[in-house]
């Protein structure tokens, strides 16, 4: 197949008319029918321009080669496979039609720590409660949920603060739950809302 023939497909595959390839180029449209019709090649300088706008490469444009074979050999070392090339383009169709499904995994990732740190706060409260139950026989009194040494003066002044770091990290974990919920869930609207549009 010749650069000609090559580039009519590329062009018409494309959609584009020789008007429109020499405006992106900043060519005549007589450059380009004379290039399609073999009687002249573009200027070197103009090849990459050309071959990205088509998207081929500078290679398959100017080999004697058929469309089938360029495809069917294998990339060269170090060389990227195609595919590589089409991978932003691919990305980018992705997110636009699935990416609502992003905010849908923040709101079930944040509702898992939301019920982790309710399972947390419940279990540490408990275990508090029965740890104050239990040192009741030895000297130490239960008030308002509180350990008091009888005898002390913490009495005087109410009951000591006892300090639960699982429950602060379980109060922690559920302010951050239910934040990821509310942010997942209005990513996902926001996203499918765009989608729409």
């Known amino acids: 197949m010749t650069f000609a023939e090559k580039l009519i497909l ?38 990459p321009a050309l071959a990205k706008l088509l998207g ?8 004697e080669e058929p469309a089938e074979a ?13 595919w590589i090339d089409q991978l932003p383009r691919l990305l980018g169709r992705f997110v636009r039609r699935w990416g609502w499904l992003y905010g849908v995994y923040v709101a079930l990732g944040g509702l898992g720590i939301l019920i982790l740190g309710v399972i947390a706060k419940i279990i540490s409260g408990q275990m508090v409660r ?9 000297g130490f009194a239960q008030q308002g949920g509180f350990t008091v040494e009888s005898g002390s003066l913490d009495g005087l002044f109410g009951p000591p603060q006892v300090f639960n770091p699982v ?22 609207l926001w996203l499918k809302r765009k989608q729409g549009k």
Request: hydrophobic share 50%; aromatic share 4%.
């Open 130 to 138: 029965s740890y104050a139950q239990s040192m009741a026989p030895w």
């Open 70 to 82: 360029q495809t069917q050999r294998m990339p060269q070392s170090g060389a990227a496979p195609d």
């Open 56 to 63: 081929v490469s500078i290679d398959e444009l100017l080999s």
């Open 10 to 47: 590329a062009r018409k595959r494309l959609g584009l008319s020789q008007e429109a390839l020499a405006e992106a180029l900043g060519v005549s449209r007589q450059a380009v029918s004379k290039w399609e019709t073999g009687e002249a090649l573009p200027e070197t300088g103009k090849l």
């Open 167 to 188: 429950g602060a990290v379980a109060t922690v974990m559920i302010v951050l739950g239910a934040l990821g919920v509310v942010i997942g869930v209005v990513l996902a």
